[in-house]
Structures are given as structure tokens and as C-alpha cells.
């Protein structure tokens, strides 16, 4: 039987609904803008699809799908790029801050830990990716900016 109530952790989701524009400042390159993101439900609103172009070419074009986790309380963004790399990241919301978390291989080798943590704000996302290869040790690895078009 499907129901039609909607889980509160899918609701607080909705923030993140709409086009965004994507500013990207990586440190070995500068700012580069003129990407961007659209967030939207999908199967009746029970997954949230996170779609990411860009016209750099060293940066890949995206699809992410985030589904509730009741195991954590949290939930599990599945990644996929035009490169063909699939990862799965570990994710929390509260409300104002968005975090994710890759430390374990999934469908593809772990080189490398990934975290992301930004702060919502309106229209505005700020977030920052860090790396580490032992994980313990964290670096800066880039920033985003994400502004509601």
C-alpha cells in the first residue's frame, strides 16, 4: 500500500528544490562560475534527484539521488558523473547544515576519504570539500557557492 504522508526527513529536504547557480573556487585553478544545479522530487516525492552541469571541462557533469537512511536517521546520496565514477556518501541535513561522508569503498576504490560540510542559508549554499588519505588528516580541496536562480 503506498501512503501519501510524507516523512518530516523528507520534508526538510525541500529547501534544496530549485535551480541554483554553482561557483566553484579551486585552489590550483581560481573561481570558475556558469555552472549549475537543480534539485527536485522524483517517484512522488519519496527521493530527492540533484542534477549538476557544468561548462568546465575538467569538471564532470552530475546526477545524485538522495534517499532516506532509517538505519542512521540521516540519509544516502548515490553519486554518478559523466567520467562514469558511481560513489555513495553518507548524508545529514538539519536544517542549515549539509554534510557529507565518504570513508568506506562502495562501487568504486577508495584512493581517498571525501567530506563536504556547507551551511543553507536562504539562497544561499557555502560549502567546502575536504580529502584526506588516511583519515585523520583533512585538506582543503574545494569550495562551492550554490545561489537559488
Known amino acids: 500500500m503506498v501512503t501519501t504522508e510524507r516523512p518530516e526527513e523528507l520534508a526538510r529536504l525541500d529547501v534544496f528544490v ?8 579551486i585552489p590550483s585553478v581560481g573561481v570558475m562560475g556558469g555552472a549549475r544545479s537543480v534539485f527536485e522530487w522524483t517517484l512522488g516525492g519519496r527521493f530527492l534527484v540533484q542534477r549538476s552541469e ?15 537512511d532509517p538505519a542512521t536517521g540521516g ?6 558523473d559523466d ?10 541535513f538539519d536544517g542549515t547544515v549539509w554534510r557529507l561522508l565518504r570513508e568506506t569503498a562502495d562501487f568504486s576504490p577508495l584512493p581517498f576519504r571525501q567530506r563536504f ?19 585523520t588528516t583533512w585538506e582543503h580541496d574545494l ?7
Do not use: C
Open 117 to 135: 560540510t556547507a551551511r543553507v542559508d536562504g539562497d544561499t549554499i557555502a560549502g567546502a570539500w575536504e580529502k584526506s588519505t588516511d583519515g
Open 143 to 149: 569550495t562551492l557557492t550554490y545561489r537559488r536562480a
Open 54 to 68: 557544468t561548462p568546465i571541462a575538467e569538471a564532470p557533469d552530475a546526477m545524485m539521488l538522495v534517499a532516506p
Open 83 to 92: 567520467r562514469g565514477i558511481a560513489r555513495v556518501y553518507a548524508m545529514s
Open 18 to 25: 530549485g535551480e541554483w547557480t554553482v561557483e566553484a573556487d
Open 75 to 80: 540519509y544516502t546520496q548515490h553519486y554518478f
